[in-house]
Structure formats: C-alpha cells, structure tokens
C-alpha cells in the first residue's frame, strides 16, 4: 500500500477522535528507517500538546488500526507534539506563523535563492513576506517546498 494512501486512512481514523478532543492533526509520516517501519502521527492543541494527550491519541488510534489493520507490514507507532520547529503544512499555519521566525525553503529561486531563515512579516495575497537580515523577500506561497517554524539564535 503506497505511503499516500496510509497517511489517508491514518487521517480518517484519527480525526473524529481528534475533534472530540479539540486537538489538531499537524500531519501523519509512515516511513522506512533501516529495516524498521514507522508511522508518526503529530498532534497539537491550544496551550500545546503534552504526554498525556499523546497518550491518549496513541491509545485510541492502536486500537483502530488494530482493528481495521490497513498497514500489512510491522511498524512502530509514534504520537507525538510537532515540536518547537512544527512544519507549517497548512494555509491557517503559515497564517498563525505571522511575527514568528520561520525556515522556508522553495521548488524555484526567488531573488536568487531557494532558502530563507527570517521572520515571516506577512501572508497576504498567497505570499510571504520573510525579513532575512536587512532585506525582505517576497515569496509566492505556490513555490513553497515546505515552511516550518524556526529558532534562530
């Protein structure tokens, strides 16, 4: 079963619970490292997400997926906060990222580069507006290869 399909099933699964809860699903991975499969599901919450919640999310979607068993392989299954550098996989995140410092990295050159590390100014119009040391990029949101929060020292 393609990568695509499980992190759809995960989803499904998963979302009302999520609701229930007011958690937000922040994104699912099922990946291959080493011999060992893992399907990492991140969650998070108003106020931040803490172990007892993971626990929670972990315990209600093991017993989905044991009853539903959509993945024929052996995998580990991680709940987990996004963490202080959470992707940015949605348009409301990019939206709630605003003031914040972020790492964005795009599929085309804008202004010669394909990385910026700086603080998004502005989201407006499906663009980015990231200062990055004295000067200000402007970023079409449809060449953003991924976008994450950032902790620039």
């Given at each position: 079963?393609?990568?695509?399909?499980?992190k759809?099933?995960?989803?499904?699964?998963?979302q009302?619970?999520?609701?229930?809860?007011?958690?937000?699903?922040?994104?699912?991975?099922?990946?291959?490292?080493?011999?060992?499969?893992?399907?990492?599901?991140?969650?998070?919450?108003e106020?931040?997400?803490?172990?007892?919640?993971?626990?929670?999310?972990?315990?209600?979607l093991?017993q989905?997926?044991?009853?539903?068993?959509?993945?024929?392989?052996?995998?580990?299954?991680?709940?987990?906060?996004?963490?202080a550098?959470?992707?940015?996989?949605?348009?409301?995140?990019?939206a709630?990222?605003?003031?914040?410092?972020?790492?964005?990295?795009?599929?085309?050159a804008v202004?010669?580069l394909k990385?910026?590390?700086?603080?998004?100014?502005?989201?407006?119009?499906e663009e980015?507006v990231?200062?990055?040391?004295?000067?200000?990029?402007?970023?079409?949101?449809?060449?953003?290869?991924?976008?994450r929060?950032?902790?620039?020292?």
């Amino acid at each position: 079963m393609s990568t695509p399909k499980i992190k759809g099933i995960v989803e499904e699964m998963v979302q009302p619970f999520l609701d229930e809860h007011n958690f937000e699903l922040v994104d699912v991975e099922y990946v291959k490292e080493g011999s060992n499969y893992f399907l990492r599901v991140y969650v998070d919450k108003e106020g931040g997400i803490d172990i007892d919640d993971c626990g929670m999310v972990s315990e209600y979607l093991s017993q989905k997926l044991d009853e539903n068993d959509p993945i024929p392989t052996a995998y580990f299954l991680e709940v987990s906060s996004p963490g202080a550098e959470r992707p940015l996989k949605k348009n409301e995140d990019v939206a709630k990222a605003v003031g914040k410092d972020v790492f964005v990295t795009v599929y085309e050159a804008v202004d010669g580069l394909k990385e910026f590390e700086g603080r998004l100014l502005s989201f407006e119009n499906e663009e980015l507006v990231i200062s990055a040391g004295k000067k200000q990029y402007t970023i079409p949101y449809a060449k953003v290869a991924s976008a994450r929060l950032a902790i620039i020292f």
